[in-house]
């Protein structure tokens, strides 16, 4: 999965509990969906920060 699609979907999910799409049990596995996107979100936001972070670094050192 792609980050973008996993924005997408967690904006999906806003929606559909701000409109109370949802009922209890929907909402249950909805919400263990949306930790896992949140997680996946923050683990990539993560590598990506990481990755950057080097990239700073190879050019600080490289002048």
């Known amino acids: 999965m792609k ?3 996993a924005i997408d979907r967690l904006n999906e999910i806003m929606q559909q509990m701000e409109s109370g799409e949802l009922d209890v049990d929907a ?3 909805t919400l263990k969906e ?3 996107l ?3 979100c ?3 936001l993560h ?3 990481q990755d950057v972070q ?3 670094d190879a050019a600080q ?3």
């Open 3 to 5: 980050y973008i699609e």
């Open 27 to 29: 909402l249950t596995e």
């Open 34 to 36: 949306a930790r896992q």
């Open 38 to 40: 949140l997680a996946f």
């Open 42 to 44: 923050k683990e990539k």
């Open 47 to 49: 590598n990506i920060d």
């Open 54 to 56: 080097k990239i700073m």
């Open 61 to 63: 050192g490289g002048e």
